[in-house]
């Protein structure tokens, strides 16, 4: 199995890397949305997180309101703790059995947000950085999610520096181009990937 870390900052487009590198057949495993898997209605992870927050976390449908749950435990420490030590065990769980299941020639790709900033390179084969420059990135925030500048740089500033990202990498897409261009990209590093795979 090769292991993928892929990071890259906000705004970079890494999601636009992770569904094309899945379309090519690599298995992605992104912690944030596993994060929210097991926190769903019926979950033991949302019924520890109302035994631990109460009910008022819940929306009427009986699922975890995240904005609300936001607000209590980013404005105390010891809250946002509590909350780890109930959804990070659990998502730890899915992806050790997600590497059990999966096939040994599998290509394993994490989508890791702070990869870099959590030091967490050594923990895979090859560390692929989606890159783009900071205006652009910004630029991006503004169009796809109506972040607002002010927002997006203190983002952008709160993560780690392109140049500690790229200094980490074992191989670089840059993404400041076409869709198109992105697409022979990743293309090309797929077949990077194979080839490594096969060599294993």
Known sequence: MLKIGLTGGIGSGKSEVSRRLSAKGATVIDADKIAREVVEPGTPGLARVVTTFGAEVLRPDGSLDREKLGSVVFADSEKLAALNAIVHPLVGERVAQLQREAADDTIMVYDVPLLVENKLASMYDVVIVVDAPDDLRIRRL??????????????????????????????????????????TRVEAVWADLLGRASRG
């Open 142 to 183: 503004a169009e796809h999610r109506g972040m607002p500048g002010s927002d997006a740089e203190a983002r952008i500033a709160a993560q780690a520096s392109r140049e500690d990202r790229l200094a980490a990498a074992d191989i670089v897409i840059p993404n400041d181009g076409t869709l198109e261009e992105l697409d």
